[in-house]
């Protein structure tokens, strides 16, 4: 168990609807990061949080938002869903503070989105 | 141009043997770190290793050791003594610069290992 807690495991929707995922980091973690795993894209970066602030932004589509609140913990938020947003999801946490390049991030167990 | 490349889409060994995951890397930073992580059927990402660029010698956690040749921008996984449970898919990634916050993981492709009998 990584300490990072993702609700919810699984996710069924239909097309054009939208949907939240939500992550809590480790205890202690500041830095939130949200990865997507797709068959056809690998495991792509989204968009990092650190302590409430917006950090470091990936391919993440416009209908996409996030949002990390003052009790640290995520919400990434999906909007006019597409098939091709099937996907897992995965929230990661590290400690990410000051320039120490050795920490690692802990990955959560992922929300599988399926969108029909 | 890819910045991790891992060409064993999949890879077979057998029980208690050792096997290399290979992982070749482009950065022009002078900064940065290797990580590999195992994902297991049950899609959760494990992490199994780190290297940072200025560390002298390569990483070993339990069965798992880096082979880190910086001059040829490889960072191969070496498990020992391979285990059923070692049958997972294996993925190298970077970390480029240390500002410490802003600090996304690139994947590869991943390798997928499967341990016989």
Known sequence: DSGVTQTPKHLITATGQRVTLRCSPRSGDLSVY??????DQGLQFLIQYYNGE???????????????FPDLHSELNLSSLEL???ALYFCASSVGVGAQDSYEQYFGPGT???VT | AQKITQ??????VQEKEAV??????????????????????SGEMIFLIYQGSYDQQNATEGRYSLNFQKARKSANLVISASQLGDSAMYFCAMREGTTGTASK?????GTRLQVTL
């Open chain 1, 54 to 68: 917006e950090r470091a932004k990936g391919n993440i589509l416009e209908r996409f938002s996030a949002q990390q």
């Open chain 2, 105 to 109: 993981l690139t994947f590869g492709t």
């Open chain 1, 112 to 114: 599988r989105l399926t």
């Open chain 1, 84 to 86: 091709g947003d099937s």
């Open chain 2, 20 to 41: 290399t995951l290979d992982c070749t890397y482009d950065t022009s930073d002078p900064s940065y770190g290797l990580f590999w992580y195992k994902q297991p059927s």
């Open chain 2, 7 to 12: 060409t064993q889409p999949g890879m077979f």
């Open chain 1, 34 to 39: 949200w990865y997507q795993q797709s068959l």
